[in-house]
């Protein structure tokens, strides 16, 4: 059985550090953010996301005072009331990110998309920023991969005809190396066309519905004394092969309505 996105975000280790010390530490690790950047700022949008729920969305907010432990933001000092006179908590945030998150030119690609795309939505008005807590740029590859899972089951549940909406968004060109080379995902790709008698549509609902069947089965085409990738392998591979679809899927989720916060609805100004 495969987790829940939100299983894997909640294991996320800690080492008691501040923001501020955070922002210090080389930030990128296996081409992706580090595991302890990704969980502050998950923390820490989820927190500002219940204290913007509350009426207050300006004050300071010091960097010495942010730390994180056993999967939970502590803010230090944290505003009460709203405070117009100073900086949008949103906007405090966006520049933290901007200034640690410098993306090498090695890891140019769906990694830039991503974090531009994350350091737009911190600044836009509304209430899709209590969903960034999910954005693919915080998630690891196994958390990709699981999101993808999750949110696939959710959307076939509760929203009749999300398929055909999804996929007229774009064309998606499939490598050729699915169908020729690489174990696992190239029988994920030869079974549908055994199955069906065609290919994958190349668009984006075909390249996602490729990726939810190699999650599920690529481990099905390894033997008994062969090791099979893992998900966070798996969850790699396919950011590899379709490097927007991550990105793509998860604004399609937020604009359908879903809720990805990790706990809907608490408000806690006590805690």
Avoid at 68 to 88: A, L, M
Avoid at 234 to 246: A, D, Q, T
Wanted: charged letters at 30%; aromatic letters at 10%.
């Amino acid at each position: 059985m495969i987790p829940s996105y939100r299983d894997v975000v909640q294991a996320t280790p800690s080492d008691n550090k501040t923001l501020k010390e955070i922002m210090q530490i080389h930030p990128w690790k296996g081409g992706q953010p580090a595991d302890t950047h990704r969980a502050i700022l998950r923390g820490l949008i989820k927190r500002v996301a219940q204290l913007e729920e509350a009426g207050i969305s300006c004050g300071v907010l010091d960097a010495t005072q942010i730390t994180y432990q056993g999967s939970k933001v502590t803010i230090r000092n944290e505003p009460t009331r709203n405070e117009p006179s100073q900086e949008r908590f949103r906007e405090q945030i966006k520049i933290w990110v901007s200034k640690s998150f410098q993306v090498p030119a090695a890891l140019h690609g769906n990694i830039e998309s991503q974090r531009r795309d994350f350091l737009v939505e911190i600044g836009k008005e509304g209430d899709n920023f209590k969903q960034l807590e999910s954005h693919p740029f915080l998630l690891s590859y196994e958390e990709k991969a699981n999101f993808l899972m999750e949110n696939i089951t959710k959307l076939n549940n509760e929203h009749d005809g999300w398929r055909m909406k999804y996929k007229v968004t774009n064309v998606v060109k499939f490598p050729d190396l699915i169908s020729r080379y690489e174990k696992g995902f190239s029988e994920v790709f030869l079974f549908h066309k055994r199955k069906y008698g065609r290919d994958y549509e190349e668009n984006a609902l075909g390249a996602l519905w490729y990726s939810r069947n190699a999650v599920a089965h690529v481990p099905d085409d390894f033997g008994p004394n062969e090791k099979p990738p893992s998900i966070e392998e798996v969850g790699k591979r396919l950011s590899e092969f379709f490097p927007e679809m991550m990105l793509g899927f998860y604004k399609f989720v937020v604009k359908e309505g879903i809720d990805l916060r990790s706990e809907p609805g608490i408000i806690n100004l006590e805690d």
